[in-house]
């Protein structure tokens, strides 16, 4: 069993991934899902995000809807926590 004193990062996740998806989800708070790529850009100019930030949702897929900031990584390839708990 692991120390619950130590931070872990859970399987099919690494740090930089931890840390592009909590960027992601700054730029793009809670108010704009459902959207779509075009208006997830929009949202995170917006907000004055990073242009790493900006060049990542520039990479999505056209005319499909993401539903939160969880599917937004997996279509960026980013490693995504399979269980929470």
Do not use: Y
């Not at 949702?57 to 990584?73: D, H, I, K, S, Y």
């Not at 279509?75 to 399979?82: F, H």
């Amino acid at each position: 069993m692991s120390d619950p004193h130590q931070p872990a990062t859970a399987p099919g996740t690494d740090e930089a991934d931890i840390e592009r998806r909590a960027a992601l989800a700054e730029a793009l708070g809670k108010e704009v899902w459902p959207a779509d790529r075009d208006q997830l850009i929009a949202k995170a100019e917006e907000s004055n995000a990073p242009d790493g930030v900006l060049g990542q949702l520039r990479r999505l897929p056209e005319g499909r809807q993401f539903t939160n900031v969880q599917e937004v990584a997996q279509a960026l390839g980013l490693g995504t926590e399979q269980q929470r708990f």
